[in-house]
T-cell receptor
Framework: ETGVTQSPTHLIKTRGQQVTLRCSSQSGHNTVSWYQQALGQGPQFIFQYYREEENGRGNFPPRFSGLQFPNYSSELNVNALELDDSALYLC?????????????????FGPGTRLTVL | DAKTTQPNSMESNEEEPVHLPCNHSTISGTDYIHWYRQLPSQGPEYVIHGLTSNVNNRMASLAIAEDRKSSTLILHRATLRDAAVYYCILRTTHTGKLIFGQGTTLQVKP
């Protein structure tokens, strides 16, 4: 059983550019959540995808968008990059029963993608 | 979203117990208390969770106050590998999302 993987590991972009980050969920998981973690801060919830549809969103602007594919892998896209977008982007997967978050539903996190915006 | 308050940092000696406190005075009846930890250069990992009763697993114990407005994560014998940032999180069953606070940075001294 493979865990959550993310690519790339590190990325450097310039202000105004667009970036796509990728996440492969753990085998058997149908839900992917994305988090942004600025240096010295706790992770902040961006959004969650459940069975290819957005299933909740945090306080992030529309230039943060995502996709989930039939194999439950996911992409995070950020348009018009700003300096403050520099952060560690974490992907987490878990399995949700239809329509409910459930009690435990431990989220399994990947190692993250470190994005630097210059 | 209900908020949690934790001390910024704590220190412990190796092989001694560690009690990590968390206040969550605005917790609602549907919120579960989850603890995650983040080791250096890694993503967070699940530690334990509970609703009302105290809980034990192979990693730790969770003691929940009777009014549920606070909880304590207990590491029975701290090791150097337990040095991490520990996050206390209130999780609503309806959304499933995790709302992280600042967490407590635990240092373990040999």
């Amino acid at each position: 059983e493979t865990g959550v993987t993310q690519s790339p590991t590190h990325l450097i972009k310039t202000r105004g550019q667009q970036v796509t980050l990728r996440c492969s969920s753990q085998s058997g998981h149908n839900t992917v959540s994305w988090y942004q973690q600025a240096l010295g801060q706790g992770p902040q919830f961006i959004f969650q995808y459940y069975r290819e549809e957005e299933n909740g969103r945090g306080n992030f602007p529309p230039r943060f968008s995502g996709l989930q594919f039939p194999n439950y892998s996911s992409e995070l896209n950020v348009n018009a990059l700003e300096l403050d977008d520099s952060a560690l982007y974490l992907c987490a997967s878990n399995h949700l029963p239809r329509g409910l978050a459930g009690e435990r539903n431990e989220q399994f996190f990947g190692p993250g993608t470190r994005l630097t915006v210059l | 979203d209900a908020k949690t308050t934790q001390p910024n940092s704590m220190e412990s000696n190796e092989e001694e117990p560690v009690h990590l406190p968390c206040n969550h005075s605005t917790i609602s009846g549907t919120d579960y208390i989850h603890w995650y930890r983040q080791l250096p250069s890694q993503g967070p990992e699940y530690v334990i969770h509970g609703l009302t009763s105290n809980v034990n697993n192979r990693m730790a114990s969770l003691a929940i106050a009777e009014d549920r407005k606070s909880s304590t994560l207990i590491l029975h014998r701290a090791t150097l590998r337990d040095a991490a940032v520990y996050y206390c999180i209130l999780r609503t069953t309806h959304t499933g999302k995790l709302i992280f606070g600042q967490g407590t940075t635990l240092q373990v001294k040999p």
